[in-house]
């Protein structure tokens, strides 16, 4: 079979071969999966240059969420490789049990790129914010993967969302997933539009994957008791909490590290799919694919999520 693998850490469009590899062998708990779809994650690409915090031996085939069809039963299924990145390939190894039946009624594309985002939107924006029905809830970088599932997710709790995105093209995108109030964050400072559109009241739940100053600035329009979600850092900057400023509104600035669930609370993975899967049924939930692009492109497909230049989920397909 063939399998994208990077040999040496760097640039992902150019460290990266399309090898001809053995086709795996199941291990106990194991299934072999035909991938028919798999999405990329800014961590990829972070994960092929070594700036990632898991770093898989070299040499490694990236890729980390997929829709497939387990060989010898055709079931449709979603998830991660087993034990680390493989998804760009043409068949992965994954555990029996954290192979998650894809959602009827959604293309292997959207499948796909209801894993890893969305898993991170519901566990971040529930179970470490605990937004509630009617709170305001901002969204950073709301066009990008992680973004548009936050919008989704937050309007599918009740929340009011305000996202923020790089121009007009992104703020657009976040308004058609029903963003309530959108900001163009490049041209306009979203301080005082927060603010503003609060009452003054300023943002409950605030999910960053942005880092740098727009973490700064979410603490000056964060609400009393709000919650700022630490997600990612796609800014380059990782940010520093200052303790004396949490005293001011009573805010908490909230870890998530959706992965460390496998370690910790591995369980945690199949009731999140349950709900994810009662919101597609609901209509509330609807994976956004702004691109498509066959597997052999995979080095081109990267260097495009680099570029900042792609809204919601970019796809590769075998
Ligand atoms: N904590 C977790 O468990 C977890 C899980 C999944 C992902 N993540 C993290 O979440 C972040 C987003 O991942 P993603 O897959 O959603 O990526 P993505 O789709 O590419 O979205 C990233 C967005 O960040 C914004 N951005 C701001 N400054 C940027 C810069 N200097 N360079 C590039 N982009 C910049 C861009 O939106 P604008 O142009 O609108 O600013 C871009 O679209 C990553 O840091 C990733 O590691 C964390």
Redesign the pocket.
């Known amino acids: 079979m063939r399998a994208w693998r990077v040999h040496e850490l760097g640039d992902p469009s150019k460290v990266m071969s399309f090898d001809e590899v053995e086709q795996p062998t199941p291990g106990p708990g194991q299934v072999l999966v035909k991938v028919r779809a798999a999405a ?4 990829d690409v ?1 994960m092929a240059m070594g700036m ?1 915090q898991e770093k898989p031996p070299l040499p490694f085939t990236p890729g980390v969420e997929l829709c497939g069809e387990v060989v010898g039963t055709g079931q449709r299924v979603i998830g991660s490789p087993a034990g680390g990145p493989g998804a760009f390939a043409e068949y992965v190894l994954m555990d029996e049990a954290a192979a998650f039946p894809a959602p009827e009624g959604l293309s292997d594309e959207k499948a796909a790129s209801l894993y ?2 969305y898993q ?1 939107g519901y566990v ?1 924006l529930h179970r470490r914010a605990h937004l509630q029905a009617g709170e305001w809830l901002l969204v ?8 548009t599932a936050a919008i989704q997710l937050g309007k599918a709790a009740g929340a009011k969302v305000i996202a ?4 007009p093209r ?1 703020t657009e995108v976040c308004r058609e997933l029903g963003a309530d109030v959108v900001v163009d ?2 041209s306009e400072d979203f301080v005082p539009v927060v603010k503003e559109v609060t009452g003054g009241h300023g943002a409950d739940v605030v999910y960053d ?2 880092g ?1 100053d ?1 973490f700064d600035k979410s603490t000056k329009c964060i609400a009393f008791e709000g919650r700022l979600v ?7 900057r990782i940010p520093e909490a200052k303790a004396n400023h949490l005293l001011v509104k009573n805010y908490s600035v909230v870890g ?4 460390l669930y496998r370690k910790h609370e591995p369980a945690i993975f199949g009731e999140v799919h349950e709900q994810l899967t009662r919101l597609v049924a609901e209509g509330s939930v609807d994976p956004l694919v702004g691109e498509v692009l066959p597997l052999d492109q995979a080095p081109a497909a990267l260097a495009r ?2 570029s ?1 230049d ?4 970019v796809v590769l397909v075998p």
């Not at 923020?164 to 121009?167: H, K, L, P, V």
């Not at 630490?230 to 380059?236: E, K, L, Q, R």
């Not at 998530?256 to 992965?259: D, K, Y």
């Not at 792609?310 to 989920?313: A, I, S, Y």
Request: net charge positive.
């Open positions: 990329l994650n800014f961590p972070l990632y890893l985002t991170t971040g950073h970088a709301g066009a990008g993967g992680v973004g923020t995105a790089g121009g992104k964050y490049t994957p942005v740098g727009v630490v997600v990612g850092f796609t800014s380059g998530l590290h959706w992965g999520l680099a900042r792609t809204v919601g989920k």
